[in-house]
């Protein structure tokens, strides 16, 4: 094995080392148990703080108020923009993925039913 190779070995195991001792967390599912502030339920324990959404997740209807203030739009393609952004917005009793990194919780994304 050249010297780089071995050099770049010792790194990447470096790297996930550090990735586990730091993390030691799996990515796992919890329930969203309320939504106006977040809550979850992560193994049958609640969660009420140190959570954090992704940039995609929304948890008010800010999307569907812009929607529905749009005058030239109609009524249909309201609808139907409202049914697209279904899968971003958070409800109560969504499953959704989440990463525990020391005792902060990373909503990724909701879990299709």
């Known amino acids: 094995m050249s010297r780089n190779n071995e050099v770049g070995s010792r790194f990447v195991s470096v790297i996930r080392e550090q990735g586990a001792k730091n993390n030691g967390f799996e990515m796992t599912q ?3 148990t309320a939504v106006n502030p977040v809550a979850l339920s992560y193994n049958s324990t609640p969660i009420t703080g140190n959570i954090v959404l992704s940039g995609c ?7 569907e108020d812009a ?3 749009e005058p030239e739009v ?6 139907a923009l409202k049914e697209l952004i279904s899968g971003i917005k958070l409800s109560v009793d969504d499953s ?6 020391g ?9 299709n039913p």
């Open 30 to 32: 919890a329930k969203v």
């Open 57 to 63: 997740l929304q948890t008010v209807t800010v999307l």
């Open 67 to 69: 929607i529905d203030s």
């Open 74 to 79: 109609s009524q249909s393609f309201k609808d």
């Open 96 to 101: 959704v993925v989440v990463q525990r990194v």
């Open 103 to 111: 005792n902060t919780f990373y909503v990724i994304g909701k879990v």
